[in-house]
């Protein structure tokens, strides 16, 4: 059905949208990218649109094999000269144009670009040119946060290098001197990378609460042993319709925390002993959520989409995610409000 189609609708694992798969499969995996901060920072470029078939016709192809030895410089240009590879009335420029005027549409759907007054037309052509431009640096300055993650004893020996290299590798929680277990201290370094995260995100001036989860996300499930969002999570004012109805007579939500705190509330109790025993969970969804698991663990490599990414269990990220996924399912499917529990849409 239509809900289950197209960028703008999420499956229960994030790491299975089709953005989140097309980073870990395709962004991440192209030949020419080398190390992990050009596949990070060009992930952040894929953000510019985060369309996909836009980046496969411009992008993409920069970094394939078979590039041409232009091409392949003005890769290079993208991640370490972005000013220069985007810059006005340049190649890219140019191509993004070209793309423009054969009918292609130059951003995502699943949520919306806020271009400055009087970015219509071909100017808005240049504003997501610069847009991508400015992401691009944004990787570059986010991924000094995560790279004590990737540089250190959690990333593994493999000829690889990269993200993948890190986010398959088991580290054993041991117990320290002082009692405190090694899980612990990984909690705490995935909370304060989380931390300066979201402060170079959201120094970004087109870069609010949605896009600050946004990114979020997609860099924690490139390093999920990371811990990145394993306690807390940005959640998009997306959230808001589902928190409306869960905590009804809970004042405004003006800011990212206070969105955080319901989230971690929601959590908290989903979690508890007595959540479980008044069965307010519908009795298939742990079965449904174990099995879909296990069936995305089976078809994909964990070399392409990390095994931790794919959990059998209620995740705090993947929870703020489908909160907003219930606001548009409520919109675009069920805006009767017809629908009551244990429905199955066919």
Known sequence: ??????????PWHCALGAHERYL???????????????????????????????????????FERDASDEDKCLGRRLLWNPSQAFKR?????GRYAAYRGQGKKLHTTSYSCHPPKGASGDEFVFYVVDRTRRFVELGHKTFDAIQPFVDGGSSSSSSRGDAASSKTTTTPATTTSNGVTAAADASTRGAQMRRSLERVLLSEREVGPTMTKMFLVSTHLAYPRAGILDDDCAVGDGADAAFDYLFP????????????????????HLSSPACADDAHLVPRFEHMLR??????????????????ALPDRLTLYDLQ???CEWRKFRSAV??????????VLA
């Open 24 to 62: 870990l499969e395709v962004v991440y995996a192209l030949p020419l990218v080398e190390t992990a901060r050009e596949k990070h920072v060009l992930g952040f470029a894929f953000s510019g649109s985060r369309d996909i078939e836009l980046f496969d016709a411009l992008l993409r192809p920069l």
């Open 334 to 343: 069920d805006a009767g409000r017809l629908l009551g529990a244990g429905v």
């Open 249 to 268: 007579g809970v004042g405004p939500r003006t800011k990212p925390e206070h969105r955080s705190e319901l989230l971690r509330r929601l959590d908290a």
């Open 291 to 308: 099995w879909t698991a296990a069936k995305a663990r089976a078809r994909f490599s964990p070399d392409v989409i990390p095994a931790d």
């Open 89 to 93: 009335d340049g190649v890219l420029h």
């Open 321 to 323: 995610v489908n909160l």
């Open 1 to 10: 059905g239509k809900c289950a189609r197209g960028d703008k609708w999420m």
